[in-house]
């Protein structure tokens, strides 16, 4: 996370690579992971932990998707603990997925991770499920907290594409809507208030009226990344990009044109402290 390692992690393989020696280190997935099946899709790195979020399974019957909790104390990354995906209810309709395909590539089994700034929780996208999934970390015990918080957008695909943080208590979330044929209808990004994990816990939704796409820009969003300073930069499916820069209290970040925003003193009764 401080610019000195590169990391790889395959099905078969992780690679370590410090850029400060120029010494690259591997171990072999079938001894690292406790799943050999596990199909890794997206990490994130702290200056504790390493979590890694994919799938486990059988191509012949169902992939599940799965979180691994290593550390990163030396050069050889050890599995803590593991967390499982479970299905809201036994009726619910996630839990007629099988998944049985995610051992090959496709845009609707991409995920997302990312970790707290303070490094006790982990926020995951998982889009296939519509949800995203909200895991604290017992530190000292080096494991998840069971049972996790989620929240879902219906009976859609594409919630959770991306995830960050813009502090310790407020979430980013790109919230696609694709059909279960994944044709796209909507990208809105979310942002909540995680003492409010739920639907109550939604502070803002962009793009809205004050706050439009640029022209040119969109309307399918493919990822987006928050800096520890609070900009958001979003891809769109064109490759373009957006940046929007956070705005001081009694303005707004204007998002109207251009590639990147531009703070606007709030329109009259919009003032908000936040």
Request: glycine share 8%.
């Amino acid at each position: 996370p401080t610019g000195h390692f590169a990391y790889a992690f395959t099905q078969q393989f992780l690679l370590l690579y410090n850029l400060d020696t120029d010494n690259v280190s591997m171990q072999l997935g079938n001894i690292t992971w406790p799943n050999t099946s596990f199909l890794p899709h997206a990490v994130d790195i702290s200056d504790e932990f390493v979590v890694v979020l994919g799938f486990v399974g059988d191509p012949m019957t169902n992939y599940t998707p799965c979180a691994f909790l290593l550390n990163r104390s030396d050069s050889t990354l050890k599995v803590l603990d593991q967390w499982s995906y479970t299905p809201p209810t036994n009726r619910s309709w996630q839990a007629s997925l099988t998944n049985i395909d995610a051992d090959s590539y496709a845009a609707q089994y991409d995920m997302s991770v990312s970790i707290n700034p303070t490094g006790g929780q982990v926020l995951l996208g998982i889009q296939i499920t519509n949800t995203i999934v909200l895991l604290n970390i017992n530190r000292s015990a080096n494991k998840f907290i069971l049972p996790p918080q989620s929240v879902s957008n219906g009976q859609a695909i594409g919630m959770g594409k991306a995830v960050g943080w813009f502090d310790a208590n407020t979430s980013v979330v790109l919230v696609n809507t694709y059909s279960f044929s994944y044709i796209w209808s909507a990208s809105r990004v979310f942002v909540y208030n995680m003492a409010l994990f739920n639907s109550s816990g939604i502070m803002s939704v962009f793009p809205n009226a004050q706050q439009p796409l640029a022209t040119g820009f969109g309307p399918i969003l493919i990822t987006l990344v928050v800096t520890v300073t609070g900009t958001v930069t979003m891809l769109d499916s064109q490759g373009d990009i957006s940046i929007i820069f956070p705005a001081a209290p009694g303005s707004y970040a204007d998002t109207s044109w251009g590639t990147v925003s531009w703070a606007l003193d709030c329109i009259g009764g919009t003032f908000n402290p936040q």
